[in-house]
């Protein structure tokens, strides 16, 4: 069992100016830049940002820590904030405002001059906010397990020198966000004490200072005299040892030499008698994204969440609190399974969009619903009819008509025709970016990019599905009762699903074909937390990731 608790460190960012780290979205007639908010409506930083400008001063800390290029404090701050081939040690969390302070933001206007006239350039006013001079929270968060789900345990050596290091690279951060040529975004970047915990007449950052200069290694004083450190520093990240071996990838049932074949060879563990599952709920408190394929400078999200990127969170989850082989082989032995988490409305969990259904082309202008054909029921409709090939369908969603303005009954649906739910998909966020040169500090030309994203407050439902063997292992059921006060724990929430080797059902519906009443589903359908759908039920707007579980 890993009884480890990751090591946080606050980080405060105190603005002294207007500031703003815009998104690259704007209002259409109005603001041509927003400050990016966080689901409360205020400003914010998110952890990108704070880990990008940190991650560029530790590059003058290692410089001047290792007294020229190379070293071990180089190879350090390598190993800290991660390369492409190995994994990062450190994570920021969004800066945000502490709870029940509010930021003032307001609009700032802007024009370019000619240089030749010295008078205003045509069609280059421009409308952006600003937010006020406040105090932002947020915290630094070192790893505590590795890309395979194994403990990190971090000495106080090596603690102490990861801190070393991010006080000093936020110290020589002196502005965040756009317009820094301006005087906006002046700043300073506080690592390691925490407001609520500094006393004294002393200034946080005088705080900060002195700790920095207190486990520097080899500090000096006014008189010439070494500080004696009170922890010697360890440039250095941990690794995991050897009493957490990596899983073998195997399948059960299968010996070393063994080739799994196509087909149902690959079988689940015989000794599992039953399966049980689980709902996962999670609440999305920042935009997430859930990668696709990217498309040339666009990093594209899916509208849902993959089970695969959720199994090795929830196998880390159980490792962290279980131990034995069991817990450790669950992925590759087949006893534990996740499932995709796909959006909710209303309590009604989304199903992927049936490619077999389609809708007329052209709707009537007040007709607020849609009429859904199957294809693999009907027969050729009269009318021009476009596929379905995107979103999710919300079976069992109410909705009402639309009030009318002008005081006209709204359209109802046909005598014999009912509405069944509501179809639509999130409304993906969308942000701006681009690449800076490290030599001038200005955007590099060419390295404009845009990154799509799942929308705060977006509510996502997964299943987690475990063996009868898995579900009761001692450190699992233990484990499971601490997550429920419920009279029976560890029946809670579970169903029983399927037995152990299930076999295949046939598919429901009519073999012969023939002509049905289409039926009804209203557009509007709209997972919470996201801005209304247009008429076709998806919605089409602008504008990383933590979640509730």
């Not at 990108?48 to 001047?64: D, H, I, N």
């Not at 799994?260 to 399966?275: H, I, K, V």
């Not at 739910?421 to 390295?447: N, V, W, Y």
Request: aromatic content about 4%; overall charge negative.
């Amino acid at each position: 069992m890993n009884d480890t608790t990751p090591i946080s460190l606050p980080v405060t960012v105190d603005f002294y100016s207007d500031w703003g780290v815009a998104t690259g979205a704007g209002v259409a007639g109005g603001v041509n830049a927003v400050v990016e908010k966080d689901e409360r409506g205020q400003p914010v930083v998110r952890g990108t940002v704070l880990s990008g400008v940190v991650r560029e001063q530790a590059a003058l800390v290692a410089r001047a820590l290792d007294h020229g290029d190379g070293g071990i404090w180089h190879a350090f701050v390598d190993a800290l904030f991660g390369t492409a081939e190995h994994q990062r040690h450190v994570f920021f969390s969004d800066a945000r405002t502490p709870e029940g302070t509010a930021v003032p933001i307001h609009e700032v206007v802007s024009l370019s001059i000619d240089d030749k006239t010295g008078t205003a350039r045509e069609d280059f006013l421009r409308v952006f906010e600003r937010a006020g001079a406040c105090r932002l929270i947020g915290e630094a968060t070192l790893a505590d397990v590795d890309t395979e789900g194994r403990a990190l345990v971090w000495s106080e050596s090596q603690q102490t020198a990861a801190r070393l290091v991010l006080a000093l690279s936020g110290l020589l951060v002196k502005g965040i966000g756009s317009n820094r040529s301006d005087g906006d975004g002046d700043c300073d970047v506080l690592i390691g004490v925490s407001p609520s915990e500094h006393q004294g007449d002393e200034t946080l950052e005088c705080a900060v200072r002195k700790w920095c200069l207190k486990n520097m290694p080899g500090p000096k004083r006014d008189d010439g005299q070494e500080i004696e450190q009170e922890v010697e520093l360890d440039p250095s990240v941990p690794h995991a040892g050897a009493d957490h071996p990596s899983p073998a990838p195997r399948l059960q049932g299968f010996g070393p030499t063994d080739t799994p074949q196509a087909g149902p060879t690959a079988r689940l563990p015989e000794d599992a008698q039953s399966w049980y599952t689980m709902t996962l709920t999670i609440d999305l408190l920042t935009p997430v994204v859930s990668y696709e394929v990217p498309m040339s400078n666009e990093v594209r999200s899916l509208d849902f969440l993959r089970g695969t990127v959720l199994l090795p969170w929830v196998h880390r989850l159980l490792r962290r609190h279980c131990a034995g082989d069991l817990v450790r082989d669950a992925v590759v032995n087949g006893d534990l399974l996740v499932s995709d988490a796909l959006p909710v409305v209303a309590g009604h969990v989304g199903k992927p969009m049936p490619l077999v259904l389609s809708i007329p082309k052209n709707r009537p202008p007040d007709q607020w619903w849609s009429d859904v054909t199957n294809r693999l029921l009907c027969g050729e409709p009269d009318k021009v009819h476009s596929p379905l090939r995107g979103g999710f369908l919300f079976h069992g969603l109410a909705a009402n008509p639309p009030r009318s303005e002008d005081g006209i009954e709204p359209l109802m649906p046909e005598d014999g025709n009912e509405l069944i739910g509501g179809m639509g998909a999130p409304s993906l966020t969308g942000r701006q970016a681009t690449a800076h040169d490290a030599a001038t500090g200005a955007a590099k030309d060419g390295q404009l990019f845009l990154v799509r994203a799942l929308p705060t407050g977006l509510r996502l439902q997964a299943t987690v599905t475990m063996s009868e063997r898995l579900r009761n292992a001692t450190s699992v059921a233990d484990y499971l009762n601490e997550l429920t006060t419920a009279t029976d724990p560890l029946d809670a929430g579970w169903e029983h699903a399927v037995s152990a080797v299930p076999t295949a059902a046939p598919i429901a519906g009519s073999h012969r074909c023939e002509r049905r009443r289409p039926r009804r589903l209203h557009p509007g359908a709209q997972p919470c937390g996201s801005p209304p759908t247009s008429s076709c039920g998806r919605a089409h707007s602008a504008r990383e990731g933590a979640c509730k579980i």
